[in-house]
């Protein structure tokens, strides 16, 4: 991979070498496969394809100036899993197995870690189905989990340049007592239509409000939603948004730097308080906002208007990075190596 460009990667699937994958029969998990064909075989009457059971993460590999590689709070990511395979009633991966494969997956495909400078990462999708075979609606007695990984960029392609987003109020991502605090691909399809409409609209994301009363701001498109005002960090508080771990790591980091962290109810009419506004997770890492509008009402709230991100949330970017690329120190523990 030398002269590879990688700093111009985009965020999106990328072939590498291995992938590794593990079957749940029999009411055990068997042995770490490896394999290098990039496609599954499944029956047509698998679970996943009918009823939904389907559950992924996302998480990403930093390449240090060591040459070393790390991952962060992969457990956080191994648990969530956990809870969205118990929430759609699959098979739930153990703590050790998820850790083992990823570990795998990374060290098999290291001439896919970006360089160390590059900005780009490995992400990491685990990705576990029903693939036992049902046609009344009944959850699976068999399952696949598959660990691929791909280098990318900025999920965004502004990068860390603010970015514009939408109010859609005539869709909801996730109901109040659904499954939108897990990670399953029912709430991303759902998601799927108002998105591409704010994309064709102009806009690299939308910004969804609570289902029950649309009066609440939930998530950024698949990314939390944050709010800087004064010495506060705040960050919506709600049943139905996934309880991001990039998030749970910056409200951290905000305490450290003297900030307090509110999360709470965050009604849309705030906005207007806000000196500055972000989206984060994994893939968008912290990306600023610059504008946010309401696609029913035409109202607009703006940030950045000088074009750049705010000084907190460039504070918060920039220790968030070098916490995971390894270039300082690791005060709460989050970063573990891959040997
Ligand atoms: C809907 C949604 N919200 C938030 C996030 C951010 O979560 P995390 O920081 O754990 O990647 C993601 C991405 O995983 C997501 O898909």
Redesign the pocket.
Same mark, same amino acid.
């Given at each position: 991979m030398q002269n590879f460009e990688w700093s111009k990667l985009p965020f999106g699937y990328f072939k590498t070498d291995y992938n590794v994958r593990c079957f749940y029969r029999n009411g055990q998990w068997g042995e770490i496969e490896i394999s290098s064909s990039e496609t599954i075989n499944i029956h047509m009457a698998a679970t996943c394809l009918h009823y939904g059971q389907e559950a992924f993460e996302?998480m990403k590999a930093y390449r240090g100036k060591d040459g070393r590689v790390r991952l962060f709070r992969s457990e956080e =990511?191994a648990k969530?899993m956990q809870k969205s395979a118990e929430g759609i009633m699959m098979a739930k991966p153990p703590l050790d197995l998820f850790h083992k494969m990823v570990v795998k997956a990374v060290k098999l495909n290291d001439k896919y870690v970006p360089p160390h400078g590059t900005g780009a990462s490995l992400y990491i999708r685990p990705l576990l189905i029903g693939t036992g075979v049902q046609v009344g609606v009944n959850p699976a007695k068999e399952y696949m989990l598959v660990i691929f990984v791909a280098p990318v960029g900025p999920y965004f392609k502004e990068g860390f340049n603010p970015v514009s987003i939408q109010i859609a109020r005539d869709y909801d991502r996730a109901a109040p007592q659904g499954t939108g605090s897990i990670?399953v691909g029912g709430?991303y399809a759902g998601s799927l239509q108002p998105s591409e409409r704010a994309k064709a609209e102009g806009f690299a994301s939308v910004l969804f409000l609570d289902a029950k009363e649309n009066k609440y701001i939930d998530?950024a498109g698949? $990314? =939390?939603f944050f709010g800087i005002k004064g010495n506060k960090y705040i960050t919506p508080e709600s049943t139905s948004?996934?309880p991001?771990? %990039? =998030?749970k790591s910056i409200m951290q980091l905000a305490k450290d730097e003297g900030l307090e962290v509110e999360q709470r109810k965050v009604p849309v009419e705030e906005l207007e308080e806000f000196e500055e506004v972000g989206a984060?997770? %994994? $893939?968008a890492i912290i990306t600023p906002i610059k504008k946010i509008v309401d696609r029913k009402t035409g109202k607009a709230y703006e940030f950045c208007k000088d074009g750049k991100a705010g000084p907190i949330s460039t504070k918060l970017y920039k220790k968030l990075q070098a916490i995971q690329f390894g270039d300082e120190p690791d005060p709460h523990g989050w970063v573990s190596f891959v040997e």
């Open positions: 996302g =990511n969530r990670k709430n998530e698949p $990314a =939390n948004i996934l991001s771990i %990039t =998030n984060c997770g %994994t $893939a």
